[in-house]
Nanobody, 121 residues
């Protein structure tokens, strides 16, 4: 069974940090760029970050640039999203998604189930 499973979400105070993980099972992430999306209550889903299959190319939404870092460990079949200096507006369900291609096209082939991140004092 092909699956992407996010972990590492939770409740954190403003200014704090969390690291999300996205682990694949049933297939290798080696051939896919990986996207992180998020959806806050009452808002549309938005792209947060993406990393190419090799890890050499990354991109970020302006709202998270300088605070979030995406990385991957293909040996562990896992992609990470390190989130620092978190703000209340980062509160959302975060989804990892395997792209259709090895580069970041934004066309998603597989979705994870989502992980809740809540930033609140």
């Amino acid at each position: 069974q092909l699956q992407l499973v996010e972990s590492g979400g939770g409740l954190v105070q403003p200014g704090g940090s969390l690291r999300l993980s996205c682990a694949a099972s049933g297939f290798s992430l080696d051939y896919y760029a990986i996207n992180w999306f998020r959806q806050a209550p009452g808002k549309e889903r938005e792209g947060v970050s993406c990393i190419s299959n090799s890890g050499k190319s990354t991109n970020y939404a302006d709202s998270v640039k300088g605070r979030f870092t995406i990385s991957r460990d293909n040996a562990k079949n896992t992609v990470y999203l390190q989130m620092n200096s978190l703000k209340s507006e980062d509160t959302a369900v975060y989804y990892c998604a395997a792209d259709t291609y090895y580069y970041c096209s934004g066309y998603v082939r597989y979705w994870g189930q989502g992980a809740q991140v809540t930033v609140s004092s």
